[in-house]
């Protein structure tokens, strides 16, 4: 499967449009087409599925490590995959779109905005290809769409102005049809507000289709293999139930992938009214409760999930499921709903986000994602507080980022643990969720 990274100069420069475009204009070509996204993000990917109709492969080296990057992007299916990156192309640590790229040894093609400028963009372009020198990072910017650009004159300028090694590739035109609202959290997903079929189709016409296969290339594979995931438990019957609905909706495809190599997974919907199914642990993803948080609260599953934990079954939240275990949450609005009540926190809605970055945590004991003293590397993104009893037991100590309280994550209660953090399978989580099963 060949590749190329979709990078752009900053973030808010329509990469997620172009990338989007792109896969278009391939599949329009009977290209059997898988996308991929650089950092952790889970909303982004959304509009990848909808439009390529599979998964979006997450591909962080903080997550997953680069050799577990390469895994994750050689699991792909398809003729070509399309990468696209995360804020401004050298933004970031080690999971930056550059650093990306580098560990895949993948051409960028450049997104410039071109709204107000022509020559300018080639300036720009030419900069950001100069700069990988001054990063140091093995980067190979081959190529520029300009996003925001218009025919004739407008577009005419912006390929003259290029140097012979900065190929031109198309532009994405200006158009209110290929604006993605927000919120907080990012973009609305991609089943909620999906671009117009005719603006994508329109835009997609605007590529260079035969030179975006001409730049793709194979990627470096990984230098070992997958790592073993123990006893296959599928046969044996064991069966973990994750909550899929419009409340949970961030789970990593590779999250999915890896449990259902290891058991049996049923998914249920909580907000949809499903009681919680007969199983022998529990995965709550995150996503936004808050927005149905009426719903939760009325939710059976909700009631069984508590009695089931209390009685010691093993459950795993993450960020939007620490939420529902909590015992209330009160939206930005001031309304307070009753949650599951399983961890003695009360969490509550913020106007700003209270957490942006990459997380490292170091089990305190034995928990039900990790042996004592290892480390789990993940990242957090959320505007809710939790508010938690004073004798609340903890199973992380935060290294890197902030956690739930006093730099610790990891509320735990019964064989229940919900974290603020987000971790990825190759972190070994749910390998460990697994075999505490």
Not at 192 to 209: C, G, K, N, R
């Amino acid at each position: 499967m060949r590749g190329f990274v979709v990078g752009g100069t900053r973030s808010g420069v329509g990469k997620t449009v172009t990338a989007l475009a792109v896969i278009r204009a391939l599949q329009d070509a009977g290209r059997d087409v898988q996308p991929a996204k650089a950092g952790p993000d889970f909303i982004d990917p959304s509009h990848h599925a909808h439009v390529a109709g599979k998964p979006s492969r997450t591909l962080d080296a903080w997550l997953q490590g680069e050799d577990g990057l390469r895994r994750n992007y050689h699991r792909g299916e398809g003729d070509v995959c399309v990468v696209e990156g995360v804020m401004g192309l050298y933004d970031g640590d080690v999971s930056s779109t550059a650093a990306v790229a580098a560990t895949l040894d993948l051409p960028v093609v450049l997104v410039v905005d071109a709204k107000a400028g022509m020559e300018s963009v080639a300036a720009t372009a030419l900069g950001f290809q100069r700069y990988a020198a001054v990063a140091d990072v093995d980067v190979d910017v081959a190529s520029v769409v300009a996003a925001r650009a218009h025919g004739g004159r407008h577009e005419q300028g912006i390929r003259d102005a290029l140097p012979d090694d900065l190929e031109y590739f198309g532009r994405v035109p200006p158009n209110e049809a290929l604006e993605i609202p927000d919120r907080h959290l990012g973009l609305h997903l991609g089943d909620e507000a999906p671009l117009s079929a005719d603006a994508l189709d329109a835009a997609s016409e605007s590529l260079d289709v035969e030179g975006l296969l001409d730049v793709a290339r194979t990627a470096r594979r990984p230098a070992t293999s997958d790592p073993d995931t123990g006893e296959e438990r599928s046969a044996t019957g064991t069966r973990v139930a994750v909550a899929r609905d419009d409340a949970f909706r961030f789970a990593y495809p590779a999250t999915v992938e890896r449990l259902r190599e290891r058991a049996d997974v049923v998914a249920f919907a909580p907000t949809a009214g499903d009681d919680l199914p007969d199983c022998d642990g529990v995965y709550l993803p995150g996503g936004y409760p808050e927005l149905h948080a009426d719903a939760l609260a009325a939710a059976p599953a909700l009631e069984q999930l508590a009695r089931a934990a209390s009685d010691g079954l093993p459950v795993l939240g993450e960020c939007g499921g620490l939420m529902a275990l909590s015992r209330s949450l009160t939206t930005t609005d001031g309304d307070t709903y009753e949650m599951a009540g399983v961890l003695p926190a009360d969490v509550r809605m913020c106007e700003r986000y209270q957490a942006l970055d990459h997380v490292e945590l170091r089990a305190r004991t034995d928990t039900v994602s990790a042996g004592a003293g290892e480390s789990l590397r993940g990242h957090e993104f959320h505007y809710s507080r939790a508010d938690v009893d004073a004798d609340a037991r903890f199973a992380f100590d935060v290294e890197r980022g902030d956690g739930i309280h006093d730099e610790k994550d990891g509320l735990t209660e019964y064989r229940t643990l919900g974290t603020y953090a987000h971790v990825h399978a190759e972190s070994g989580a749910f390998d460990a969720f697994v075999d505490a099963l």
